[in-house]
């Protein structure tokens, strides 16, 4: 008796000192998240592999307004962009972000997300409550949950009905051993048979082990969620529990392995293992379980995306509640932009410049480093995250709905053995494509044709500009060719300029956009600032003034 009375006290004691510990550590993730709410996270390493799976195997986002290219990506910097602005607590949250980060939807569906993020930024305590629950998922394990939705299911072997034949085989040895041990001795090869089978099939149990093991959590978080009364009107169809809660049982049997912590639970999965292996359970209710993931693979998308529209709503209200000048952006049917105070989130202490084009597009002339490049792809990353998590980094925000394309980023590509010239021809064919939408897209291009001569690169240049420039769409060109200028005022661009000055020897950038084409030409005084030989700058100043003066 005083040992069973040692033993409860042991145990009680454990049991108290694990919830007080348990509570404590809530407590201080609580704490933890209060503190950051509204600050960028710190996170030391993203895999863009598995962040990126959902947005690179989901089939339905041809269904999507407009898809951000792999071009326009790496064009945009969109990878950093997202590192700046996530603020997620799950790794689903993770990759619903960066799918919706290159997902431009409905007009319809952005307000109404917006509306979301307002709900979360205006009620602190139950975004942190939701981040706790979101936490749950945030161990590498989940990125792999969208397998269940997006890859192909396997199909049943072919020799299932052998499957079950020895299945039946072996309850009827069991229970006829009782009448004669003869029949107790037919167990050994059916189990041999079985063992083989069993194992063979172990490697697609594995495959899939990640996927399932986060579904029962993911569904466990998901009906935390689902309990707040906000939650209920935004989400009008929330059946996907239900239906996925009925395979419940399927989902945390084949996660079990996945499980096994302890030398406890390693006993027991021992003898549980061959009580599988003797009657082929885990085969059975494996591909029981592959086809009800099949059937709910809807239900499991609803619940990947009911997740992952919350965490990233939790974000986009965290990166608001911060010190960051961020406004909500107005579409506008017309051709106009109307933008004030825009910068590019990713360059601390950025100059703001205001920009006004109605019924035009932007020709955008300067030297290096004065800021063109980083002005259009300023306007260009605004416009996604308008349309995306309408959001904007300026005071105010006024534009059409755009469907975004670049040519910035051009190298040669020596494994095709494509030249530079080439690599811009096929880039800016994309846009011309692009062009024959009715819907208005947004051209931006850095130094058009800069791989050949310059009177090719003018001429051709100017064509393609004008015929982009069509009467819905919106043309942002960077460029050095000052001739330019000229030809293209005359076809409907407003010309701007970023301009530098020296003083006291040093070259002095103010970032600050100017209306009107660049009047001075300072390449050549560079070339004196950093101590080029006299002669080199006489006769650059000699042919200057002589060819194109």
């Known amino acids: 008796m005083n040992y069973f009375l040692a033993l409860l006290f042991i145990f009680t004691s454990l049991y108290i000192f694990k919830r007080f510990s348990n509570r404590r550590k809530l407590k201080k ?22 962040i990126g799976k959902y947005f690179n195997n989901n089939f339905n986002k041809s269904e999507a307004y407009h898809i951000i290219s792999e071009k326009c990506k790496i064009d945009l910097d969109i990878d950093d962009i997202f590192k700046f602005i996530d603020r997620t607590s799950s790794k689903i949250g993770e990759q619903y972000l960066y799918f919706k980060l290159r997902t431009i939807g409905s007009i319809e569906n952005l307000l109404k997300f917006d509306s979301l993020v307002d709900f979360f930024k205006l009620n602190k305590k139950v975004s942190i409550s939701f981040q706790m629950e979101l936490s749950k998922l945030n161990s590498n394990n989940s990125y792999y949950l969208e397998e269940l939705i997006n890859d192909k299911q396997l199909e049943k072997p072919k020799y299932m009905w052998l499957i079950i034949t020895l299945t039946i085989s072996a309850i009827s040895c069991l229970i006829l051993a009782f009448f004669n041990p003869f029949f107790g001795l037919a167990l050994v090869p059916i189990s041999a048979i079985n063992m083989v089978f069993h194992y063979k099939n172990k490697h697609s149990v594995t495959y899939y082990l990640n996927g399932v093991n986060q579904l029962s959590r993911a569904l466990n978080v998901s009906k935390e969620l689902s309990k707040h009364p906000y939650i209920k009107t935004y989400f009008k169809d929330l059946s996907f529990i239900q239906k996925i809660k009925s395979i419940k049982f399927k989902t945390e049997f084949i996660a079990f392995e996945k499980n096994v912590s302890n030398e406890f639970l390693f006993a027991f999965w021992f003898l549980f293992e061959i009580i599988k292996i003797l009657f082929n359970i885990e085969y059975l209710v494996f591909y029981s379980f592959i086809d009800s993931i099949t059937k709910e693979r809807k239900s499991i998308e609803k619940m990947f995306l009911f997740i992952g529209e919350i965490d990233i709503a939790i974000s986009t209200a965290s990166l608001k509640s911060g010190n960051l000048k961020i406004c909500k952006p107005t579409f506008t049917k017309d ?27 932007m020709l955008l002339t300067g030297s290096n480093m004065s800021g063109k490049t980083t002005f259009i792809r300023t306007v260009a990353v605004n416009s996604i995250l308008a349309q995306t998590l309408h959001i904007c980094f300026a005071k105010k925000y006024v534009a059409p ?20 010239y080439l690599q811009e021809v096929l880039a800016v064919k994309e846009l011309i494509n692009a062009s024959l939408n009715l819907e208005p897209c947004l051209f931006v291009l850095d130094e058009i044709f800069k791989g050949t001569n310059t009177v090719e690169r003018i001429s051709g240049g100017k064509a393609i500009l004008s015929f982009l420039n069509k009467k819905q769409h919106t043309v942002l060109v960077s460029t050095h060719d000052i001739e330019l200028t000229e030809l293209l005022e005359k076809d409907n661009f407003a010309l701007f300029h970023f301009s530098e000055k020296i003083k006291d020897d040093k070259l002095l950038f103010d970032h600050k956009l100017k209306a009107g084409k660049l009047k001075t030409r300072n390449a050549i005084k560079i070339l004196d600032l950093y101590k080029y030989p006299p002669e080199i700058i006489k006769e650059a100043k000699d042919v200057e003034s002589t060819y194109f003066s």
């Not at 910035?408 to 530079?420: A, E, F, G, H, Q």
């Open 335 to 361: 051709k106009t932009i109307d933008f004030t105070d825009i910068y590019h989130p990713l360059i601390e202490n950025c100059i703001e410049n205001n920009i006004l084009l109605n019924n035009k597009s």
């Open 29 to 50: 993730i609580r704490a933890s998240l209060s503190e950051n709410w509204g600050k960028e996270y710190k996170k030391s390493h993203y895999n863009f592999f598995v």
């Open 401 to 420: 709905y755009y469907k975004v394309f670049s040519s910035i980023r051009i190298t040669d590509n020596l494994l095709d053995d494509t030249s530079y």
